[in-house]
């Protein structure tokens, strides 16, 4: 079946712009994850959806951060007025939430670049 | 408090020899999974293992098998008869089954298979 998937895979903008970020989990899966990755370093969280309830968003470094995730599926993560600093690969990931493991499966990732 | 930690930045291991990647997590919730994942220079994630804190036994998937010493609080990935394909980034992460959900990853190790 599908992945996860994630668009764009690049994206270059300039400071101050605002970008949006997309993630279609795999179907069926009710819990949505955002990551972030710096180069060369591990994955942070940003935030978590688990079906309707309210999202986790304990991980979002700064209010320029948003995300939503629109009728249990598709996400958006927004950042708003883009730092030099938010350059980074974005990571989806999803998971079911029955079994033990609650697996998680990632996207491809969104590369972002902020000249 | 760092939560993962892996301590060797790079590893190197002859093709065909086995290597054990180290990864030591800290954690006071009871019930916790430990998860193992790869990413290749194209920056996929790959789920390699996971062992769940009650499982007694240590967990193996085909080449893979994890060291869980839980009184130690370690979770060492260990690889048999390494093929160059292995070379990858590895990545050790914890989620814990109370409060936050999402997964806490390690620094990683970058595992480099000389033939």
Redesign the interface.
């Known amino acids: 079946g599908a992945g996860v998937s994630q668009s764009p895979s690049n994206k270059v903008t300039e400071k101050g712009k605002d970008v949006e970020l997309r993630c279609d989990p795999i179907s069926g899966h009710t819990?949505l994850?955002w990551?972030r990755q710096s180069l060369g370093?591990?994955?942070?969280?940003l935030i978590?959806f688990?079906g309707n309830s309210a999202p986790?968003k304990?991980?979002l470094p700064s209010d320029r951060f948003s995300a939503e995730r629109t009728g249990g599926s598709v996400s958006t993560l927004t950042i708003q007025r883009t730092q030099q600093e938010d350059s980074a690969?974005y990571?989806c990931?999803s998971s079911s939430v029955s079994g033990?493991?609650?697996?998680?499966?990632?996207g491809?990732?969104t590369r972002l670049t902020v000249t | 408090a760092q939560k993962i930690t892996q301590t060797q930045p790079g590893m190197f291991v002859q093709e065909k020899e086995a290597v054990t990647l180290d990864c030591t997590y800290d954690t006071s919730d009871p019930s916790y999974g430990l998860f193992w994942y790869k990413q290749p220079s194209s920056g996929e994630m790959i789920f390699l293992i996971y062992q769940g804190s009650y499982d007694q036994q240590n967990a193996t998937e085909g080449r893979y098998s994890l060291n869980f010493q839980k009184a130690r609080k370690s979770a060492n990935l260990v690889i048999s008869a390494s093929q160059l394909g292995d070379s990858a980034m590895y990545f050790c992460a914890m989620r814990e089954h109370t409060g936050r959900r999402a997964l806490t990853f390690g620094s990683g190790t970058r595992l480099q298979v000389q033939p």
């Not at chain 1, 370093?41 to 969280?45: A, D, I, K, N, T």
């Not at chain 1, 033990?100 to 990632?106: K, L, M, R, T």
């Open positions: 819990a994850y990551y370093q591990g994955l942070e969280f978590y688990q986790d304990s991980g690969v990571l990931a033990s493991s609650y697996e998680q499966y990632f491809p990732g």
